[in-house]
């Protein structure tokens, strides 16, 4: 959610992003919608509005993450958190072959399928921007 976020704030996400969703690393420029603020920690889970909490995330996958910061994996009952860019570097959990994102951690996977990153319409898309030379 990205409700009240002061624009100073806002600015400073997008610039720290490189204007790049740090979920799903599209780039804003290739998308038709304005990119959002999200709380890594939700608020809900009483996530803070500072930058060490803040991420810059494509309209999909902020909607898709909502409030949530995890899952549980593999029939288990083991809770798994989602991928935090401050803490995380991107590459450690993700790897991208042919369009699609795959992860190489729970931590990976659990985002993967709580922001619904291998959706067609999102792999498709993907496929244009490999194709194109603007992804990863
Ligand atoms: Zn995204």
Known sequence: MSRNIPEVIRKAVAERSGNRCEYCRRLE???FIKFQV???ISRKH???TVLENLAYACAICNGNKGSD????LHNTDVFTRLFNPRKDDWFDHFEVTEGLIYSKTDIGE???LVL???E???ILERLDLIEAG???
């Open 46 to 48: 009483r996530g803070q």
């Open 110 to 112: 659990a985002t993967i």
């Open 38 to 40: 999200d709380h890594i």
């Open 69 to 72: 910061i995890g899952t549980i």
């Open 120 to 122: 067609v319409n999102r």
């Open 29 to 31: 420029g290739d998308s």
């Open 116 to 118: 619904n990153l291998n």
């Open 134 to 136: 603007l992804f990863p």
